[in-house]
């Protein structure tokens, strides 16, 4: 069993930053990869960002590239999401998610194993 951690989730107003973490416990190995997911108010899940442990490749939906960096530290067996230039329509329950099956990058929910519980970001106008 793995169990996901979120941290770092607040309210900032627009054009601000915030840093998410996921750190992961309960396995002695790395995950395939790790992906950030959020769910808008009223709206389903989306895709965020995802990277592979393995080498560090990183992907990113077309509505956050060039604002968030999604990077890891092996030893802490943490991912982040650097958030930079946080627009109102960022608003969201942000969760993190680990695949341990795939090795390759998996922009679907149902290529991950594990979930965190989630952190909220909002964002002001």
């Known amino acids: 069993q793995v169990q996901l951690v979120e941290s770092g989730g607040g309210l900032v107003q627009a054009g601000g930053s915030l840093r998410l973490s996921c750190a992961a416990s309960?396995?002695?190995?790395?995950?395939?990869?790790r992906g950030w997911f959020r769910q808008p108010p009223g709206k389903g899940g989306e895709f965020v960002a995802a990277?592979?442990?393995?080498?560090?490749?990183?992907y990113y939906a077309n509505s956050v590239k060039g604002r968030f960096t999604i990077s890891r530290d092996n030893a802490k067996n943490t991912v982040y999401l650097r958030m930079n230039s946080l627009k109102p329509e960022d608003t969201a329950v942000y969760y993190c998610?680990?695949?341990?099956?795939?090795?390759?990058?998996?922009?679907?929910?149902?290529?991950?194993?594990?979930w965190g519980q989630g952190t909220q970001v909002t964002v002001s106008s």
């Open positions: 998610a680990a695949d341990y099956h795939n090795p390759h990058i998996a922009t679907d929910n149902r290529g991950y194993d594990y």
């Open positions: 309960g396995r002695t190995f790395s995950s395939y990869g």
């Open positions: 990277i592979i442990w393995s080498g560090g490749y990183t």
